[in-house]
């Protein structure tokens, strides 16, 4: 069966430092990959899609960028945090679009 | 560009009622599929129903079932017997076939009465 995990789970960081958070899936090939972020009063946010290995595709051009070295690992990332980046973040996994949605389970990110 | 509106923020049903969430959407596309998904106190998201915008009978999952008005571009979720594990966040979203972008709705939280 295919599983999807995301970390950390918390995460303090001060603000202008870096960040990197780590989602990948098994059980399963080439799957549609996507972080989310859902911050108060604004639901969830698409901040980056990716179909294949190096495809990416920004939704929200800020001080974030994703990545994904390998076919089943999503990671995004900052050089330099800024306070309104705090949020909880959401790597999801679809086999194709029409499909279902699976959701890791989440990173809260409090910058301070 | 396409969007998702849920106008109510937060409602309230008294259990084993039946509430229903809006949903509204803007596409020019006519190939396209819509979810609502919940969201616990646990914060993990759980899908409660899909639906095929090509098919015309509105999906229903046990308590679940849908309203799809496609002219109107209007997809509501009815939730009835209403039981206090309903007590979520709910979002709608979109997905449009040609492209692999999922939209999300703002939320609908709902509260159960006992």
């Known amino acids: 069966s295919q599983t999807i995990h995301q970390w950390p789970a918390t995460l303090v960081q001060p603000v202008g430092s870096p960040l990197s958070l780590e989602c990948t899936v098994e059980g399963t090939s080439n799957p549609n990959l996507y972080w989310y972020r859902q911050a108060a009063g604004r639901g969830l946010q698409l901040l980056f899609y990716?179909?294949?290995?190096?495809?990416i595709s920004s939704e929200v051009p800020q001080n974030l960028s994703a990545s994904r070295p390998q076919d089943r690992q999503f990671i995004l990332s900052s050089k330099k945090l800024l306070l309104s980046d705090s949020g909880f973040y959401l790597c999801?996994?679809?086999?194709?679009?029409?499909?279902?949605?699976?959701f890791g389970e989440g990173s809260w990110l409090t910058v301070v | 560009a396409q969007t998702v509106t849920q106008s109510q923020p937060e409602m309230s049903v008294q259990e084993a009622e039946t509430v229903t969430l809006s949903c509204t959407y803007d596409t020019s596309e006519s190939d396209y599929y819509l979810f609502w998904y919940k969201q616990p106190p646990s914060r993990q998201m759980i899908l409660v129903i899909r639906?095929?915008?090509?098919?015309?009978q509105n999906a229903t999952e046990n308590r679940f079932s849908v309203n799809f008005q496609k002219a109107a571009k209007s997809f509501s979720l009815k939730i009835s017997d209403s039981q206090l594990g309903d007590a979520a966040m709910y979002f709608c979203a979109f997905d449009m076939n040609r492209d692999d972008k999922i939209i999300f709705g703002k939320g609908t939280r709902l509260h159960i009465l006992p």
């Open positions: 999801a996994w679809s086999v194709m679009s029409g499909d279902t949605i699976y």
């Open positions: 639906q095929e915008a090509y098919k015309q």
């Open positions: 990716s179909v294949g290995i190096g495809q």
